[in-house]
């Protein structure tokens, strides 16, 4: 395996670097050691490693006087969003400034004809959603979280809709990002579609702010469905409740959301959210159709439930009864970190082709059991990905080791099945060990070279995706 080696080395800011930010931002520099402690943090297992100064940014043009500042002294820059990050994406591991994007937070323009609407990277998915809410539309990705739209692009972020409204590649325009040079380039046009040059929209999304700094995005926007339905069904096994959304997506039936809770997860939830939930392994579900074909589709969704040994259905049809049984399943990785008191978890994804998804959570599950770890299964069935997480204390290094262990055993598995090492979560530190194996060498020397010749002296991010670049 190719070994990716992050380089120590810190490029902090000289004080003639501090003082120009200072006398262009005053008050929004930030060299506090609370807010540096703030922005490098995320929700990883990893020990924080804060910036030198945070920049509290607040348009497109003082981004590019931030960058292009930082450039001269090739010092790293590195973009926070809402820090809900879970690989360590946001970490300084060379020090440098920190663009905070959170007061660059204006929906700019929704265009109901077109099925779009523009947003400042700031603007978290429920401050679009809120500013949506008489419009008859509504912005599909829902990975959980209230992260930025700035943050979900440079993840590629997914979620609960993905099965039925794709990943955040696929609900993208253009967008406005800023370059290693300081320079604004806008990526496409407002058009659905085009022939023209290279797609510069999808290559920097997923490139966790280590080709260039995001700071608006246009984005695709969906109709309300005529009506929803939302269903919880407990099953005997997590096989079970998991061949129950592979045989409904193989006969055609367009699920809204598909959540898979296994029966740990289940526990959590009802202790932190003081739910009653059966402790068995249990999907969630939603459609969204005309009131006929949801009724089509839930008579279908029965049978197979039936045919797999499912119980009855809990049905909810008013927004307040569906939010009443979603609430739960969006604070499952909150309520999991109270099984264990005073643990961290390391927690990590896969995805895997649908077909193999029942048989690589069995094997999770046995691994799981096998090493008596302490690590709840969930996720979004629907595309084939799933998350553990596992709980340690974190001054426990044989726990610790387990966990990490258990995390490269988990990655095997899944490329073995024709998957992937990260569903959503992203490299970010964690999971750059494993992009050759996934690639080969030669896409991943490729994915070095862009890096190199759109970021020459290795300013953003430094350290993750592809590793260290020599400076």
């Known amino acids: 395996?190719?070994?990716?080696?992050?380089?120590?080395?810190?490029?902090?800011?000289?004080?003639?670097?501090?003082?120009?930010?200072?006398?262009?931002?005053?008050?929004?520099?930030?060299?506090?050691?609370?807010?540096?402690?703030?922005?490098?943090?995320?929700?990883?297992?990893?020990?924080?490693?804060?910036?030198?100064?945070?920049?509290?940014?607040?348009?497109?043009?003082?981004?590019?006087?931030?960058?292009?500042?930082?450039?001269?002294?090739?010092?790293?820059?590195?973009g926070f969003g809402v820090g809900s990050s879970v690989e360590g994406h946001l970490l300084a591991v060379q020090g440098g400034v920190c663009i905070d994007f959170s007061r660059m937070n204006r929906v700019l323009a929704i265009r109901g004809g077109d099925l779009t609407a523009t947003v400042e990277a700031g603007v978290t998915r429920g401050q679009l959603n809120a500013a949506l809410a008489d419009s008859g539309f509504f912005f599909s990705v829902d990975p959980g979280a209230d992260a930025s739209i700035g943050g979900m692009v440079a993840t590629a972020a997914s979620g609960t809709n993905t099965v039925r409204y794709g990943t955040m590649r696929d609900n993208l325009v253009n967008l406005t990002v800023v370059t290693a040079d300081g320079e604004v380039v806008r990526t496409a046009t407002q058009a659905r579609k085009s022939s023209a040059g290279y797609n510069l929209t999808q290559l920097y999304c997923g490139s966790e702010g280590t080709l260039g700094l995001i700071t608006e995005a246009t984005v695709r926007l969906h109709p309300h469905p005529e009506a929803h339905a939302a269903a919880v069904v407990h099953f005997p096994s997590v096989r079970a409740a998991v061949?129950?959304?592979?045989?409904?997506?193989?006969?055609?039936?367009?699920?809204?959301?598909?959540?898979?809770?296994?029966?740990?997860?289940?526990?959590?939830?009802?202790?932190?959210?003081?739910?009653?939930?059966?402790?068995?392994?249990?999907?969630?579900?939603?459609?969204?159709?005309?009131?006929?074909?949801?009724?089509?589709?839930?008579?279908?969704?029965?049978?197979?439930?039936?045919?797999?040994?499912?119980?009855?259905?809990?049905?909810?049809?008013?927004?307040?009864?569906?939010?009443?049984?979603?609430?739960?399943?969006?604070?499952?990785?909150?309520?999991?970190?109270?099984?264990?008191?005073?643990?961290?978890?390391?927690?990590?994804?896969?995805?895997?082709?649908?077909?193999?998804?029942?048989?690589?959570?069995?094997?999770?599950?046995?691994?799981?059991?096998?090493?008596?770890?302490?690590?709840?299964?969930?996720?979004?069935?629907?595309?084939?990905?799933?998350?553990?997480?596992?709980?340690?204390?974190?001054?426990?290094?044989?726990?610790?080791?387990?966990?990490?262990?258990?995390?490269?055993?988990?990655?095997?598995?899944?490329?073995?099945?024709?998957?992937?090492?990260?569903?959503?979560?992203?490299?970010g530190l964690h999971k750059m060990q494993y992009l050759v194996e996934e690639h080969g060498a030669q896409a991943v020397g490729l994915m070095r070279a862009i890096k190199r010749a759109l970021d020459p002296h290795d300013i953003f991010n430094p350290g993750k995706v592809v590793g260290h670049a020599a400076v």
């Open 243 to 427: 061949d129950v959304v592979i045989e409904a997506i193989q006969l055609g039936v367009p699920l809204a959301r598909a959540e898979m809770l296994d029966a740990l997860t289940i526990r959590a939830v009802n202790a932190h959210s003081r739910t009653t939930l059966a402790e068995q392994p249990t999907l969630f579900l939603e459609f969204g159709a005309s009131k006929a074909q949801i009724d089509e589709q839930a008579e279908l969704v029965r049978e197979i439930v039936a045919g797999h040994g499912g119980g009855a259905f809990q049905w909810a049809l008013r927004q307040e009864e569906r939010s009443r049984l979603w609430t739960p399943r969006h604070h499952a990785y909150f309520a999991c970190l109270q099984l264990r008191a005073g643990c961290r978890s390391l927690t990590t994804d896969a995805c895997v082709p649908l077909s193999a998804l029942a048989q690589c959570i069995d094997e999770t599950q046995a691994d799981i059991a096998e090493h008596g770890l302490l690590a709840p299964v969930f996720g979004h069935v629907g595309d084939g990905n799933f998350h553990c997480l596992v709980l340690v204390d974190p001054d426990d290094a044989a726990q610790n080791a387990a966990a990490e262990a258990f995390s490269h055993r988990l990655v095997q598995r899944a490329l073995r099945h024709g998957g992937t090492s990260t569903g959503e979560h992203g490299v």
């Open 1 to 78: 395996m190719d070994a990716v080696v992050i380089s120590p080395a810190r490029r902090s800011p000289s004080a003639d670097l501090l003082a120009l930010l200072q006398r262009r931002f005053e008050e929004r520099l930030s060299t506090s050691q609370a807010v540096l402690l703030q922005h490098g943090t995320d929700e990883s297992a990893y020990a924080p490693q804060p910036p030198d100064a945070v920049v509290f940014v607040q348009s497109t043009d003082e981004v590019a006087f931030v960058v292009r500042a930082c450039a001269r002294e090739r010092v790293p820059v590195i």
